[in-house]
């Protein structure tokens, strides 16, 4: 599902919404989200899942074209882990 499909999915389940209201409660939803995790927050969805930064250390790794070593730099990456609701209801559908 694509952030369209979204914003489309739920003006058709709220038609009451004007789209363009829809679209903009998405965007800010996504938004404060990136915000959140930009300042190392984290973002709990009950029920859906929780997201978070994780921090991977600098590292010698290697080319694998050319086999030379080469220096990765320290980074930050976002992860998110499915909440205890969403993965029963996963597993429950494919029983």
Request: proline share 3%; aromatic share 6%.
């Amino acid at each position: 599902m694509t952030k369209s499909d979204l914003i489309l999915q739920i003006g058709e389940l709220h038609p009451q919404l004007h789209q363009r209201g829809v679209e903009r409660i998405v965007t800010v939803i996504f938004e404060e989200i990136a915000a959140a995790l930009t300042r190392g927050d984290r973002v709990e969805l009950r029920g859906f899942g929780a997201f978070a930064v994780k921090h991977r250390g600098a590292y010698t790794g290697r080319n694998p074209r050319t086999g030379v070593e080469v220096e990765v730099s320290r980074r930050i990456i976002p992860f998110f882990k499915t909440g205890k609701q969403l993965r029963k209801n996963l597993n429950h559908t494919q029983s």
